[in-house]
């Protein structure tokens, strides 16, 4: 059975700091895994999807890594922003319904001005 | 292009009463996806629907819940005799016709509470 971690579950850092958000899940394989960002009171909003057989991707200052042998993936944000406070979420797919969503419980990031 | 749509955003319901959730997928998506969010948890797979279709609700509770995606209009959410325990977040997602896993794309929530 697949299970999502994310590591911490808050964070706080003041501004310009870069910072790595972690997320770890128990069967290494997986189609692909998907980062979003959820704003309180709000919806989601994908940040980036990296597939099985890519090692990470990039959006702007955001960088997603994925090591699937070791279960884990990284979310590095540079030079972080108070804009850049939100709850962050990782998600792979169920493999045996990959439709089904699995998701971390997020990370709660504050930057303060 | 307007995004995956649902309303209402915020609903109050009492003990008892019915709520009907509303998702209006993004263009040209046909797949349809509904989580819940309960207070202080992640988000959990519900059922996923294509038109007309239920194609799993493993995630629905067995009873008071259903859904349903119409030939036309919106897909439906219902939940009859709302408990205190229903109070969450719910959101719909939606793909396109493509094969899977593909990117889901959500819309922005309805907030139950019932009193």
């Known amino acids: 059975k697949q299970e999502v971690t994310q590591i911490p579950a808050a964070l706080s850092v003041p501004e310009g700091e870069n910072l790595v958000l972690n997320c770890s899940f128990t069967d290494s394989a997986i189609y692909n895994l998907q980062w979003f960002r959820q704003d309180p009171g709000k919806g989601l909003t994908s940040l980036l999807l990296?597939?099985?057989?890519?090692r990470e991707q990039t959006s702007g200052r955001l960088n997603a890594s994925l090591d699937k042998s070791s279960g884990r993936s990284t979310l590095y944000i540079a030079a972080s922003q108070p804009g850049d406070s939100a709850t962050y979420l990782c998600?792979?797919?169920?493999?045996?319904?990959?439709?089904?969503?699995?998701f971390g419980s997020g990370t709660r990031l504050l930057v303060r001005p | 292009n307007a995004g995956v749509m649902q309303n209402p955003r915020h609903l109050v319901r009492r003990r008892g009463q019915e709520a009907r959730l509303r998702c209006s997928p993004m263009?040209?998506?046909?797949?349809v996806y509904w989580y819940r969010q309960l207070p202080e948890e992640g988000l959990k797979f519900m059922v996923y629907l294509q038109k007309e279709n239920i194609i799993d609700e493993s995630g629905m509770p067995k009873e008071r819940f259903s859904a349903e995606f119409p030939k036309e209009g919106p897909s439906i959410l219902r939940i009859q005799q709302v408990v205190r325990g229903d109070s969450a977040a719910y959101f719909c997602a939606s793909s396109p016709e493509d094969s899977y896993p593909d990117e889901q794309f959500f819309g922005p929530g309805t907030r139950l509470t019932v009193l």
């Open positions: 998600a792979v797919p169920w493999m045996d319904s990959s439709y089904k969503l699995i």
């Open positions: 990296i597939q099985s057989s890519q």
């Open positions: 263009k040209g998506h046909s797949h």
